[in-house]
Antibody
Framework: EVQLVESGGSLVQPGGSLKLSCVAS????????MDWVRQTPGKSLEWIGE????????NYAPSIKDRFTISRDNAKSTLYLQMSNVKSDDTAIYYC??????WGQGTLVTVSS | NTVMTQSPTSMFISVGDRVTMNCKAS??????VDWYQQKTGQSPKLLIY???NRYTGVPDRFTGSGSGTDFTLTISNMQAEDLAVYYC?????????FGAGTKLELK
């Protein structure tokens, strides 16, 4: 069974940093592109970015470019999202996803002073 | 970015109804559109991929159609378990973009 489990979400102050993790199981992690999607309190969904199978290529949404970095460790079957200089607008549930069908349960990031 | 405009924003429906919701893309996205169902407290679940292909295990009362800029998700014979928010997603252009959702509520 495919499972994606996010962790690392917490309360962080504006301007701060946070690193999210997503541990994958039930499939060959190194064979799949992965991405991150977030859902704001207003409930809209926003694609954040993606990473290719070996981690050599990433693409990001313009709204977060240069503040967030996606990486992966195929040996640990883990996807990461490094968030820096966070803003209140970054408050959301963050999901990792692979293909169109498999999503994690999400981890909540709250940006507030 | 490609804007995906969903309509209506919400619908009040009864069990057994036929439900139709729409998604309009701001530019031609071919058939590169997925539909998702999200129930309260859960992550989105894939219903339809490539505009009209039902994902594994999805009941056949869910049907997707459309191409270019206009897309439709139809639920025939609405069931109580179908109460949820439905989102469309285009992945023809980067970045992929979601619609704002259509919420189905009971009359």
């Amino acid at each position: 069974e495919v499972q994606l489990v996010e962790s690392g979400g917490s309360l962080v102050q504006p301007g701060g940093s946070l690193k999210l993790s997503c541990v994958a199981s039930g499939f060959t992690f190194s064979n799949y592109w992965m991405d991150w999607v977030r859902q704001t309190p207003g409930k809209s969904l926003e694609w954040i970015g993606e990473i290719n199978t070996d981690g050599s290529k990433t693409n990001y949404a313009p709204s977060i470019k240069d503040r967030f970095t996606i990486s992966r460790d195929n040996a640990k079957s883990t996807l990461y999202l490094q968030m820096s200089n966070v803003k209140s607008d970054d408050t959301a549930i963050y999901y990792c996803r692979t293909t169109a069908a498999y999503w994690g349960q999400g981890t909540l990031v709250t940006v507030s002073s | 970015n490609t804007v995906m405009t969903q309509s209506p924003t919400s619908m009040f429906i009864s069990v057994g109804d036929r439900v139709t919701m729409n998604c309009k893309a701001s530019q031609n996205v071919g058939t590169n559109v997925d539909w998702y169902q999200q129930k309260t407290g859960q992550s989105p679940k894939l219903l339809i991929y490539g505009a009209s292909n039902r994902y594994t295990g999805v009941p056949d009362r869910f049907t997707g159609s459309g191409s270019g800029t206009d897309f439709t998700l139809t639920i025939s014979n609405m069931q109580a378990e179908d109460l949820a928010v439905y989102y469309c997603l285009q992945y023809n252009y980067n970045p992929p973009t979601f619609g704002a959702g259509t919420k189905l509520e009971l009359k």
